[in-house]
């Protein structure tokens, strides 16, 4: 019951209150034969920790999932453990070794038949193909993650593949698309989901600096910024900072953008839904 409540907090974004229950249940099942549910457990563990920046303390639990569940002849468990650790590559920056982890998980989801897993694998597959400038192969992997998560109407999923393939055409050169996709990303995680909406302000933001709008500029700081803003997602909205240069003058000067006015605002203009290519 006490795993059961930290997922669910995990679920609602409610990652700091995860760790205790989660914590707690950890410290019953100690005994060898609830390896695979603790296992199981420490996945989760992991990302409560790492969604409230403690790198140390997800490294700790996601290397103990995939101790514990590989060679138990459960597949879905290990590719679990595996796509989490391929976080951690993406979280130390080191892009190769992260996207050649979400590949193997993403082999292993897809023979294991588990559409959510391919969905993430891919997702975050874009993200770190993103991180390294292969922007052809993050829209890609977007795409086919989309295509996945509306398929079993993944909704956390959508949320994030849909800004991720935003900074896809952000890195391609073509801002008008990549707001379309930030847009419909933030109309998804409108009603609450604030980490949601923070990651696909991001994308409009960006496309708003791509044509040259100091208010993108202003914006991208005060999403990366915002204590709601894990530093694992922010690290896209700063390697897009850093690859639109030098703001122009005085853009970001004493500018403190209301981030949540901002969004209601974006979603009440009228916007074309984005196109599939």
Known sequence: CRMVLGIDHCNRNENEAAIEPLESADAVLRDPEHRLVRGELQTWLGWARLMTDDAAGAREAFELAYALCNGLGEPLATAFAVSKLALLEDFAERYEAGLELHLDAFAQFDAAGNAGGVGYAL???????????????????????????????????????????????????????????????????????????????????????????????????????????????????????????????????????????????????PHPAPIMR
């Not at 703001?247 to 949540?260: F, H, M, Q, Y």
């Open 123 to 269: 997702s975050r597959a874009s993200f770190t193909a993103y991180c390294l400038g292969r922007y052809q192969a993050a829209l890609d992997f977007a795409h086919a993650a989309f295509q996945g998560f509306r398929e079993i109407n993944h909704h956390w999923g959508l949320i994030l593949v849909t800004a991720r393939m935003g900074f896809a055409y952000l890195g391609l050169q073509r801002p008008d698309e990549a707001e379309r996709w930030g847009l419909h990303s933030l109309s998804l995680a409108a009603g609450g989901n604030r980490i949601g909406q923070l990651h696909a302000l991001g994308v409009v933001a960006g496309a708003m600096a791509r044509r040259g709008d100091p208010e993108g500029w202003a914006l991208l700081g005060a999403i990366v910024e915002d204590p709601d803003m894990p530093a694992l997602f922010a690290i896209q909205m700063k390697t897009e900072q850093e690859r639109l240069g030098t703001p122009p003058v005085g853009a970001t000067e004493g500018v403190t953008p209301d981030l949540d006015e901002v969004a209601r605002r974006l979603l009440l203009r």
